[in-house]
Structures are given as structure tokens and as C-alpha cells.
């Protein structure tokens, strides 16, 4: 295991080297706080880290681990006379500190408490993201590399707050990623609202999307939110956002680029925070080519997209979510466990699966 060792007395640092070679480990040597800092990675398993350093302390590469990789134990190294400062530095998160001229035994035993309490770390992070991971997708079956690759995407962006577009055929799940992005995101506690987007006429479009005020026009006989305040502090999801008609999209897009709305019937405007969650089955791209869809409404959408692949490319699923669905079945009908014959699973495997 590689462990930095960061110390400005070039005699101090080739002992405490030694040391940490003897114990089995690969030392990684830096002089200075600055230096320190550019040699953190991914693989460094520990560091210890001499209080008094030129450039920056060991207190303030501390904190600079502490907020870019807080898992690593930090072991602080120190003089008789610097205890005071060494204790603070287990309050701001060190794992332990040794005085100077250190004890070899005592240095073992120390790392090899750090090594274990780092490994135990690692592993229950791990264990948590799985757990996680496993919640938020518990409603999409499948295990194979193309499933696998949209949870990674899912989960690069999964807490940020930026427009995700899902494009997929009919049948490929893009509701089901939409909802994950939302269950995995900050606004989690907040309203998730779909719409179809296609389903929207031009006289309803106002209404449906902004709300109105009672009295607004005949048959307005109660104030009612529209779909975007109905989101507001949770997330929209505008399915088949490429089915929308060109004069609906001009209003959207206005209303994604400040955030504000008002409702038919009244004046005031109201300021709302949403996170935009958009689906397509069409190559919206070409639609822009052919003035289909707009391009600034394209672009304002389509910030990351993510890409979700047909039943034909994924058939590693196939007995996986045929196994789903029969269960489900049976479970729905009362009826006793069944499964496909060897026969009945062939012909799905091969089958084309148009519509998924």
C-alpha cells in the first residue's frame, strides 16, 4: 500500500521511508504542504503529515484531505512541544499523532489501526451505494453491460440539478428512469410530476401548464395550480417532449429559462425552482434539422442526455424480465408459480421484440 509521508527535514523523511518500507508498504515522499497535496490520488492509503512544513502546514493539507478525500486517516507527526496543536488535529479529523523521534512499534501499531479502519470505511461506503443503488433502480429488471451503463450515467448526475433528456422507444423504461433520477436526487422530498406532453392541445396548453385563476373562463370555477407549480421544489418530467406543438414549446421555453409562471386570469407572477426531466421516442436532433422542434428549446433540454436501448439490445434481460412479468401475473391472478419451458425462452430470445 502506497503511503504518503510528508516532512521539510530531508533526514526525518528518508527515516520515517524506511520505516514504512520495512512495514511491508510503498512510501510516497513530499517535502513541503503544496507538494503534499499534488501527491494525493486514489491510491494512497494513508498519510502522515509533519505538523511544521513550509508553504502549507500539516493543519491545512488536514483540511484539504478532510474535504477532498475524507475516508483517508491522516497520522500527524509532531515535536514534544507541539502536543497541543497535534490534539487539534485529531478534533479536525486526524486518526492519531506520533512525537517525534518515533517509536517503530508504536508507528505499526498506529498504521495498522488506520489501514483496518479505512478498509472497514471503504467497505460499508461500498455496501451503502450498493444498498442504494438497489433502491433507487428496484423498478427496472435487468442485469446486463447496457442496463448497467444507464445507471452509470444515471448516477453522474444523479444530485445535480441539470435538464436530462431520455431518449428510448416506446416500451424501453424512459418513466422508470426519470422517477430514479428523481428518488436519487436532492429534491427527493419534493413533488414529481409527469406529463404527457402529447396529449396537450394548444386551447388547454395555458391551463394545463400554468394553471388559472376561478373565473378565468367558463367552467374555471376553482384556482388551480398548473403542471410546473405543481413541480415546484421536485422535478418535472415532460414525456414525449418531442410530440409538442411549436406554439406550446415557445411558451416552455420561457418558462425554463426564468422559472416564472402566471397563471390564466391572473397578474401577478409566481417565481418556482424545478429540475426538468424530458423524454423522447423521436431523433430530436433531425427534428431541429427539419424546424420540427426548437433549437433553443432543444438545447435548453437536452443538457445530458441519456440514451435508454431498445429490448433487441439487451437480450440478456430477456429471461430476467420474462421470469418478472409471469410472476407478476401469476401474483396479480391468484394463480400458482410458473415458469417458461427451455422451448418457450428460445423462441423470446430470438424473437425481435418491435415495441419491447
Known amino acids: 500500500m502506497k503511503i504518503l509521508i510528508a516532512d ?4 526525518i523523511l528518508r527515516l520515517h521511508s524506511h520505516m514504512i518500507t520495512e512495514l511491508g508498504h510503498t512510501p510516497v515522499l513530499a517535502s513541503d504542504g503544496e507538494e503534499s497535496i499534488r501527491l494525493l490520488s486514489a491510491d494512497i492509503q494513508a498519510a502522515m503529515l509533519d505538523i511544521r512544513m513550509p508553504k502549507k502546514d500539516g493543519l491545512e493539507v488536514l483540511e484539504h484531505i478532510h474535504r477532498t478525500q475524507p475516508n483517508l486517516p491522516v497520522i500527524m507527526i509532531s515535536a514534544l512541544h507541539e502536543i497541543e496543536t497535534a490534539v487539534a488535529a485529531i478534533k479536525k479529523g486526524a486518526f492519531e499523532y506520533l512525537t517525534k523521534p518515533i517509536d517503530f512499534e508504536r508507528l505499526a501499531t498506529v498504521l495498522r489501526n488506520a489501514l483496518k479502519l479505512s478498509h472497514l470505511t471503504h467497505t460499508v461506503d ?3 451505494a450498493q444498498l442504494r443503488q438497489n433502491e433507487l433502480f428496484s423498478e427496472i429488471v435487468g ?6 451503463e ?5 448516477n453522474r448526475v444523479i444530485e445535480t440539478d441539470i435538464n436530462i433528456m431520455i431518449i428510448g422507444e416506446s416500451g424501453t423504461g424512459k418513466e422508470l428512469v426519470a422517477r430514479a433520477l428523481h428518488k436519487g436526487s ?16 394548444n386551447e388547454l396548453a395555458d391551463s394545463l401548464l400554468f394553471g388559472h385563476k376561478a373565473g378565468a373562463f367558463t367552467g374555471a370555477t376553482e384556482d388551480r395550480p398548473g403542471f410546473f407549480e405543481q413541480a415546484d421544489k ?3 418530467f415532460l414525456d414525449e ?5 411549436s406554439d406550446i414549446q415557445a411558451k416552455v421555453l420561457r418558462v425554463l429559462e426564468e422559472k416564472i409562471i402566471r397563471r390564466v386570469g391572473e397578474k401577478n407572477e409566481r417565481r418556482l425552482d424545478f429540475r426538468v426531466i424530458s423524454a423522447t421516442n423521436r431523433d430530436l436532433a433531425q427534428a431541429v434539422r427539419d424546424n420540427q422542434f426548437r433549437k433553443d428549446l432543444y438545447f435548453r433540454l437536452e443538457e445530458y442526455p441519456i440514451y435508454l436501448p431498445p429490448l433487441s439490445e439487451r437480450r440478456d434481460d430477456i429471461p430476467m424480465l420474462a421470469q418478472h412479468f409471469l410472476t407478476e401475473f401469476c401474483d396479480t391472478n391468484n394463480l400458482p408459480a410458473k ?10 430470445l430470438h424473437y425481435s421484440w418491435p415495441g419491447n
Open 8 to 11: 521539510d527535514d530531508p533526514n
Open 126 to 128: 461500498h455496501l451503502h
Open 143 to 148: 442485469q446486463s453491460e447496457k442496463v448497467h
Open 150 to 154: 444507464v445507471f452509470d450515467l444515471v
Open 186 to 201: 436532492q429534491r427527493r422530498n419534493g413533488p414529481f410530476v409527469a406529463v404527457n406532453c402529447s396529449a396537450i392541445t
Open 234 to 236: 421536485g422535478s418535472i
Open 241 to 245: 417532449i418531442g410530440d409538442m406543438d
Open 339 to 348: 415458469q417458461f419451458s427451455k422451448a418457450a425462452m428460445q423462441t423470446m
